[in-house]
């Protein structure tokens, strides 16, 4: 099996490890099923674990390589570290701009309250598009193999997909949770939930296809990738782990989670 796994593309590498990481977010969504309401502490501690392993990820799985493969290159690491880190946030904010576009009443009819119905539109097609950079950062990372650079490694790359797919089950619940209470029936909720983190294959294949094609553009690749999940952790997780005043908890579940995603990285890379 692992043979079998080994002798794979590395885009469909990838594609299998999104796969779980989509399956990570339908499992959190499928709470749904079970209840209208989560713990608050329960909540607020999952979704600031959550930031933590995507902050080690940032660093682990795509800084740190990215740096060292800008330096085999012969350009200084800090180079592509900063300008890739800045575009991705860049990127995001931009997107972010894009979001009071959107037409709520199409897509969550069913919510009848005029606030929850924005609420709730915002917050799925948010954690949407910051499934985008997650499933980018895989695919990046799984891509680099093919590239031979002495810093890419299957068993990192791994790490940094476990790691996303244990922050995609808060996620998923994130999501689904909210839409039930404001009136969407299960399975819809549920739907919605795991959509989020549908976009995360797709979003792998073409990473890893890209930085396959355009070898010289790997570092600028990870570090945009590894902007764009900082700048999700800096304007979303955080604050809305915070929000409810859970601060102390909220901190502490972060270093857990920080901890956790730098043991799975520096013990399997």
Do not use: C
């Not at 209208?36 to 674990?49: I, P, R, Y």
């Not at 797919?165 to 999501?175: C, K, L, S």
């Not at 900082?230 to 502490?252: C, D, R, T």
């Amino acid at each position: 099996m692992i043979n079998w796994f080994m002798d794979l593309s590395p885009v469909f590498q990838a594609l299998i490890f999104t796969i779980f990481t989509w399956g990570a977010t339908a499992l959190g969504a499928a709470v749904v099923f079970f209840t209208k309401t989560v713990n608050q502490k329960l909540f607020d501690s999952m979704l600031a674990f959550a930031g933590g392993v995507m902050i080690a990820a940032s660093f682990w799985s795509l800084l740190s390589p990215g740096i060292e493969m800008a330096e085999e290159q012969g350009v200084p690491g800090y180079i592509p570290a900063v300008v890739g880190f800045l575009l991705g946030g860049v990127f995001l904010l931009l997107v972010d701009r894009i979001l009071p576009m959107i037409d709520e009443n199409l897509y969550f009819k069913d919510i009848k309250d005029k606030k929850a119905k924005h609420r709730t539109a915002m917050l799925v097609f948010s954690l949407t598009l910051h499934n985008i950079p997650e499933g980018l950062a895989i695919g990046v990372a799984f891509g680099a193999l093919a590239a031979n650079f002495s810093t890419a490694s299957l068993s990192g790359a791994i790490a940094l997909a476990i790691g996303i797919g244990i922050q995609n089950i808060p996620e998923g619940t994130a999501v689904s949770l909210p839409l039930r209470r404001d009136g969407m029936s299960k399975k819809k909720s549920f739907f919605y939930g795991q959509f989020s983190g549908m976009v995360e294959p797709m979003a792998a294949v073409v990473g890893a296809l890209a930085v396959i094609v355009i070898q010289p553009l790997l570092p600028y690749a990870l570090s945009f990738a590894a902007g764009a999940m900082i700048f999700v952790v800096a304007k979303e997780v955080i604050p809305g782990s915070q929000e409810k005043g859970h601060v102390q908890l909220a901190a502490m579940s972060l270093l857990v989670g920080f901890s956790v995603m730098m043991v799975l990285d520096v013990a399997l890379g």
